[in-house]
């Protein structure tokens, strides 16, 4: 039995239950626990940030974020299920996400010059990294196929309504936090730009992350 619906089980009735999801506080903190936990996708949306600015930010966040919600709906339509009876093509996939992430890590340690200044990049370019990086890692469409189940409630499941209220939750509350992460970046880059050593390490440090991210991918 799911912690979800121990929980649920033990404080009785149906009273956390809304539009169908079991657990709604429960939800909602877990969300926020996977997205404080650092990934590809936060430093990539650092990187935007510290190189684009704020517009650059927000940029790499709605990529990463029509990411999120494609692999969320594949995973709702049992995509995952299709991947993961397919290894050869879960392999492909996981291999060509890998190698994108290690390429804008090498791409960032072979950056020259001192970094302080915003890159002449619109906001495209960081719209579509995000995008990739979170399409090329098959591994989310698995994970939310396990995650879901914790937290609907089968007498109460409304079929479309709860997957798409889930939906909004996961990205609402990934703006706010992204938000966070974007406006500190963009406050950090305004103090360090009178020091170029430490922007250089720091665009360093981030490209040395998102090569680790992804040969961590390709061999898990």
């Known amino acids: 039995m799911s912690p979800a619906y121990h929980s649920r089980s033990i404080r009785g009735g149906d009273d956390m239950g809304w539009m169908g999801i079991s657990d709604l506080p429960t939800f909602v903190v877990a969300v926020l626990v996977f997205l404080a936990i650092p990934g590809p996708g936060t430093f990539a949306l650092l990187t935007a940030t510290a190189r684009g600015g704020v517009r650059g930010?927000?940029?790499?966040?709605?990529?990463?974020?029509?990411?999120?919600?494609?692999?969320?709906?594949?995973a709702a339509g049992?995509?995952?299920?299709?991947?993961?009876?397919?290894?050869?093509?879960?392999?492909?996939?996981?291999?060509?996400?890998?190698?994108?992430?290690?390429?804008?890590?090498?791409?960032?340690?072979?950056?020259?010059?001192?970094?302080?200044?915003?890159?002449?990049?619109?906001?495209?370019?960081?719209?579509?990294?995000?995008?990739?990086?979170?399409?090329?890692?098959?591994?989310?469409?698995?994970?939310?196929?396990?995650?879901?189940?914790?937290f609907i409630d089968p007498a109460q499941h409304r079929g479309l309504a709860t997957?798409?209220?889930?939906?909004?939750?996961?990205?609402?509350?990934g703006l706010l936090y992204c938000s966070l992460l974007i406006l500190a970046g963009h406050a950090l880059r305004a103090r360090v730009a009178r020091d170029p050593r430490i922007t250089t390490w720091l665009r360093r440090i981030a490209g040395a992350c998102l090569v680790g991210f992804g040969v961590r991918l390709a061999f898990n």
Do not use: E
């Open 57 to 74: 930010g927000y940029a790499a966040f709605f990529g990463l974020a029509l990411g999120d919600q494609i692999l969320l709906w594949l």
């Open 78 to 150: 049992g995509v995952a299920a299709l991947l993961a009876a397919n290894p050869m093509l879960f392999r492909g996939v996981q291999w060509l996400g890998a190698a994108y992430l290690v390429w804008i890590g090498v791409q960032l340690l072979r950056s020259r010059g001192d970094g302080a200044g915003m890159v002449s990049m619109g906001s495209g370019h960081w719209f579509r990294q995000g995008l990739l990086i979170t399409l090329l890692n098959p591994k989310a469409v698995l994970f939310y196929m396990a995650f879901f189940p914790l």
């Open 163 to 173: 997957f798409a209220t889930m939906s909004v939750l996961i990205c609402v509350l």
